[in-house]
């Protein structure tokens, strides 16, 4: 188990090594001129050289690259170009509430999104799994910032009953994480629902009935816990499709999280800022997909059955290599 | 030669056994009906919009949905009915060409890294895992951004971050192809590794290309709107998710103008799931006789 | 059967839902009906260190639309910056309600000659860092404002090396050459005061997140992305401000900026879409505080891109455009036809002829120049006011046989080519910082390198000789005739001048209107 850990956290660093490059790449590229942006419409030629001289604009691409890099290792991420403070700081100042905010979304997704689920499976061709299914096919169609303004409207100028910003309390957090999750409630719906449905037709759950089991411990024991697998891993995906999608609603809702920081500073040509947030996502996304695998190997027995065999054939391969005669 | 004859038989009761189910499916029909008509809008936009989309009437601005305007007309007196109506035309546009150029290129790559396995498979591996490690906005906008606004950036912004998920998808399935014995048996009587990929392992894994491409679709057209939403897109063609963000400072007096094109947006993007759902569970090779 | 009826209704209840809310129709959208005080005729003129009304209140609340990059006061341009700066620096003189000078952290000035001005200093004044306020600080800031891009138009006629401190309490401010605009600028919230000992321990970054000043508030914490705390600062020279503390909220969106304003979230909000005014002049809790404002909007040509360096060709497009529609449809009344490249309310303004609306003139004059199948490349960064008047004109251009071109991209590239003189016409504005005429034409010396490039001797000979023209009725003669040349040369196409508003609660007094858009919230009394 710990080798396979050890061996994805290896398999990590290439990755993450890539994102920079890549990232750095595309920054390069991109039109607009940082010093003449901090400097302001203004400032003469040559004050815009001279900064741009300060700040390592001209030196050739691998330069800059390499100088990143080993920045970057030392834990240094930069400082932001247009704020001048360092990189890491405000990064984590807004780091927490984008979490948070993927959070209650995932929370909120799974709270509503498993049960509905299981109650489709179980009831299917209901009422009930009907409307459930139209719901969420209606969720999985909605573009979130569309769906964000339509609940401000509704909910906050047409009714008053909720702040359209800002984040100061449990209030604050309704509209956003529901028209963040929408998307991910509707999926896990589904993916549980399809995925209930496969386990229920199983023969093993026939055996179950057959034994005069509960329909309460068939479903919740046999069947659900058989269906979890697909469903860890949509989980896992909708989480990173929740990151994304607070990138757009967190300038709807003025929320100060790490979304709108990217895109502010993408826009700014903040390259510090960018490259450091990229990279932090990019960690935490990959130390995501690690804890899912975990968890997804943990739960499903064929592969942890795998490992346990793989301990005792070497055992094995000990004891026989032991019996060998001289 | 009749071998041919009985493959090629073969195959077409097959598609029509994949037809016969998917009409049974009511939703996926209505997906379907969905879809067509947003295509036939899109090819007659000329004839279904009553006005020109950038016609501007200054003496009707603002006018809520009535009989001469029926989605109303925005600040500057244009009909939103025609917008919406030439918007369908650009977002099918950037979605389907986008798609196809992820979807081709997925394709590839999933396929080769999928077949030959070993360094090539984990070298392409990782690079999907670095494009995968990026949050799909992030990486949209910053292609956007580097290559300038305008619609064709954004189809190749769209189509590079899409291309990852498509590689996965048939990598996967070739993976899976690939162990059949079938392919054994063509491999040991000396087939191409070419030809191979082309008749044996193509066909089998087009099914969930369908599938994932016909949900990329949906994916795109979102993809897009939310890109022209942020500003990176063209601003003077009648986009829906452009027509959402400059609509968004008149939400508390004027909604109908971000209403009825965020409905288009949901619509079209609802077709395309209920087709697609539609098209997976007739394409379902459990169901296969 | 059942999930098809299940969808479709699902789908009529949401469309009903949405039409419903959508039916308003039309709504009349006439003059803003706010108060319109400008400067000059408030009844309630206090000035700074009056006594305090009896009603005090807690906290001020205060929604601006962007976070700033550095409250540091000569290191940015960004006007929603300067609106809580103004809580923690003060300047040496400030401008009170009748125009006229008073003393704030001066008690004296005068000018001895062209080139020196003798400022003396009020005593017993402290910096938020404890450190006493003196000749110093005045030297140092001076130096800092010449030195700064920002400022250097205001500013860059100081002689740093002989300007120098009298003792602690007295400057002898040097100047390279006549500059008429001096005290207005040192009467700004650009010719803040700041502290030189922090300044030189934090370096300027750190300054910009410490914003250390000698004014009643002092910041307390930025809370990043979100907002910025300030208390009273109990070393104050003069009299407390109405509230003990004070938040700065940054909303990026204008919706919610408004609805936090009515629902009583925020005490102010500045930036306020255009939409809003009447509803917030209208409200029951609300006050709109609007006037004209120091900023003119133009249609900006490159004078030396064929084919525009023909004058006939400029012509041809000023009559190619309906300005009064144009402004009508874009503005929706918040904004009145340019009637002069200047603000009224900027000295030398002078109301010219207009331009009228000929197509036909327009045609001819292209036709005179030569000029067929004319394509305008008009660049623009994601603006809404920008991307709508491309939208107008395109229509209006069309009618007179010009084809317009929109080249959208973002702010950076934007800037860049603008710079680089790459822009052939383009939708500006221009903001003076100070009703002064060095201010507002600020994209016409021959040293600017935007995409303008008249090239044209003649404007810098006019702007220096009113530069430096201390006698007032000179200058607007000076200028005057400056503006008459405008007129002549079809450089830009003149606009609109902007109306500027923000909103209140009703509870706020003694707050007017400033055509800067950069009120001083230390005045704030509640009633």
Not at chain 3, 262 to 281: C, H, K, M, P, Y
Request: charged share 20%; hydrophobic share 45%.
């Amino acid at each position: 188990m710990s080798k396979f850990i050890i061996k994805r956290i290896l398999v990590m660093i290439p990755v993450l090594l890539g994102v920079t490059f890549v990232i750095f790449t595309m920054m390069y590229f991109t039109d607009g001129n940082p010093a003449q942006l901090i400097l302001g419409d203004m400032a003469t030629e040559e004050q815009i050289h001279e900064l741009e001289e300060e700040m390592g604009l001209n030196d050739p691409f691998f330069t800059r690259y390499l100088n990143y890099l080993s920045d970057l290792l030392h834990g240094d991420l930069g400082t932001s170009y247009v704020t001048g403070q360092p990189v890491a700081k405000e990064i984590m100042d807004r780091l927490p509430v984008t979490v948070r905010i993927s959070f209650c979304c995932m929370i909120f997704a799974v709270a509503v999104g498993i049960p509905a689920g299981i109650l489709s499976a179980v009831k299917q061709y209901s009422i009930l799994d009907n409307l459930s299914m139209v719901l969420a096919l209606v969720g999985i169609s909605l573009p979130n910032f569309w769906l964000a303004l339509m609940l401000v409207l509704v909910f906050s100028v047409g009714l008053g009953l909720l702040p359209p910003s800002g984040l100061y309390g449990f209030k604050y957090y309704i509209l956003p994480v529901v028209s963040i999750s929408a998307s991910a409630v509707a999926t896990i719906t589904r993916m549980t629902r399809s995925s209930m449905l496969e386990v229920i037709r199983a023969d093993y759950i026939r055996t179950a009935r057959a034994k005069g089991q509960s329909e309460n411990v068939v479903i919740f024991r046999h069947a659900l816990l058989n269906a979890l697998i697909p469903i860890i891993t949509v989980v896992g995906l909708q989480f990173a499709t929740t990151l994304s999608g607070t990138v757009v609603n967190e300038q709807i809702f003025a929320i100060p999280g790490l979304g709108k920081l990217m895109v502010d500073a993408i826009k700014a040509r903040n390259y510090p800022v960018v490259q450091g947030g990229v990279f932090v996502l990019a960690f935490i996304f990959s130390i995501l997909n690690l804890v899912i695998d975990l968890i997804y190997a943990f739960v499903d027995p064929r592969i942890r059955s795998q490992y346990v065999r793989k301990k005792n054939k070497r055992q094995a391969e000990t004891d026989n290599r032991k019996e060998v005669p001289a | 030669m009749s071998e041919n004859i009985q493959i090629q038989a073969r195959k077409r009761s097959q598609f029509i056994e994949v037809w016969r189910r998917l009409c049974r499916n009511r939703l996926a029909v209505l997906g379907m009906i969905l879809l067509v008509v947003i295509v036939l809008v899109a090819i007659f936009a000329d004839v279904i919009a009553p006005y020109p989309y950038d016609f501007q009437d200054y003496s009707s601005v603002f006018l809520g949905p009535c009989l001469q305007h029926p989605f109303g007309t925005d600040n500057f007196g244009r009909d939103i009915f025609s917008r919406v109506v030439y918007g369908t035309r650009i977002s099918l546009r950037i979605a389907f060409i986008s798609l196809a150029g992820s979807a081709l290129v997925g394709c590839i790559v999933g396929a080769i890294a999928g077949f030959f396995g070993g360094i090539i498979d984990a070298i392409i591996m990782r690079f999907c895992d670095i494009m995968m490690a990026i949050p799909r906005m992030v990486m949209a906008i910053s292609i956007a951004t580097t290559l300038g606004p305008g619609l064709t950036n954004a189809m190749i912004a769209i189509a590079i971050s899409s291309v990852p998920n498509f590689a996965r998808v048939v990598r996967a399935s070739t993976l899976t192809v690939k162990d059949q014995e079938y392919v054994e048996a063509a491999q040991s009587i000396g087939c191409s590794t070419a030809r191979i990929i082309r008749k044996y392992i193509f066909p089998n894994i087009l099914a969930p290309i369908i599938v994932q491409a016909t949900l990329g679709v949906g994916t795109a057209i979102i993809l897009a709107a939310s890109l022209s939403f942020l500003g990176l897109g063209d601003p003077l063609v009648p986009e829906w998710g452009a027509m959402v963000s400059a609509a968004r400072s008149y939400i508390r007096d004027y909604p109908h103008m971000i209403a009825f094109p965020g409905l288009a947006i949901m619509l079209s993007v609802l077709s395309l799931n209920l087709f697609g759902d539609g098209l997976r569970d007739a394409l379902d090779p459990k169901l296969k006789k | 059967m059942k999930k098809t009826v299940s969808l479709i209704l699902a789908l009529v209840l949401m469309f009903t839902l949405f039409a419903g809310c959508g039916s308003q129709g039309q709504s009349e959208q006439g003059e803003p009906a706010g108060q319109t005080q400008p400067a000059g005729e408030s009844e309630q003129s206090e000035q700074k260190g009056e006594t305090a009304q009896t009603v005090t209140k807690d906290n001020l609340v205060v929604a601006v639309s962007s976070e700033p990059g550095s409250l540091a006061p000569y290191s940015h341009n960004n006007q929603q910056a300067f609106i809580p700066a103004t809580l923690v620096y003060e300047s040496l003189i400030v401008k009170d309600d009748n125009g006229e000078y008073q003393p704030c952290l001066a008690t004296e000035w005068s000018f001895t000659d062209d080139v020196t001005l003798e400022v003396t200093l009020r005593e017993g004044v402290k910096f938020h860092d404890g450190t006493d306020f003196t000749a110093e600080d005045v030297v140092y800031s001076l130096g800092l404002m010449q030195a700064s891009s920002f400022t250097s138009n205001l500013f860059g006629c100081i002689d740093t090396e002989n300007t120098v401190a009298d003792g602690d309490y007295k400057v002898i401010i040097k100047l390279q050459y006549p500059f008429a605009a001096l005290l207005e600028a040192l009467a700004s919230y650009r010719g803040v005061m700041i502290s030189k000992d922090s300044y030189e321990s934090l370096g300027e970054e750190g300054y910009g997140h410490a914003a250390i000043g000698t004014g009643p508030l002092m910041l307390d914490e930025w809370v990043s992305g979100d907002r910025l705390e300030f208390v009273q600062f109990d070393d104050y020279w003069g009299e407390p401000t109405a509230f003990h503390s004070a938040t700065v909220r940054f909303i990026t969106e204008a919706a919610s900026r408004t609805i936090e304003l009515e629902t009583g979230g925020v005490d102010l909000a500045f930036d306020l879409q255009t939409t809003d005014w009447d509803r917030i002049a209208n409200g029951s809790d609300t006050q709109l505080i609007s006037g004209d404002s120091q900023k003119t909007t133009f249609l900006m040509i490159n004078c030396s891109k064929a084919p525009y360096d023909n004058e006939l060709v400029r012509k041809a497009l000023a009559y190619a455009t309906d300005v009064d529609s144009l402004v009508n449809v874009v503005y929706q009344g918040a904004a009145s036809v340019a009637d002069c490249w200047m603000a009224p309310s900027i000295i030398g303004y002078k109301s010219e002829e207009q331009i009228p609306y000929d197509v036909e003139k327009a045609k001819e004059l292209l036709a005179e120049a030569g000029v067929t199948d004319l394509t305008v490349k008009f660049g623009s960064y994601e603006n809404a006011t920008n991307l709508a008047v491309a939208e107008v004109l395109e229509s209006m251009w069309g009618a007179a046989g010009i084809k317009l071109e929109l080249a959208v991209t973002d702010l950076a590239t934007y800037t860049a080519d603008n710079n680089a003189g790459e822009l052939e016409v383009s939708y500006m504005n221009t903001a003076a910082t100070i009703p002064d005429p060095t201010a507002a034409l600020l994209v016409w010396p021959l040293s600017r390198t935007i995409s303008l490039r008249h090239n044209d001797q003649t404007i810098q000979d006019y702007l220096d000789k009113g530069s430096q023209e201390y006698d007032s009725e000179a200058r607007v003669a000076i200028y005057n005739e400056l503006m008459d040349y405008f007129n002549e040369k079809y450089y830009t196409i003149p606009i609109a001048f902007e109306k500027g508003a923000f909103g209140a609660s009703k509870s706020i007094t003694n707050l007017p209107y400033y055509p800067s858009n950069v009120p001083d919230l230390t005045r704030i009394q509640f009633e």
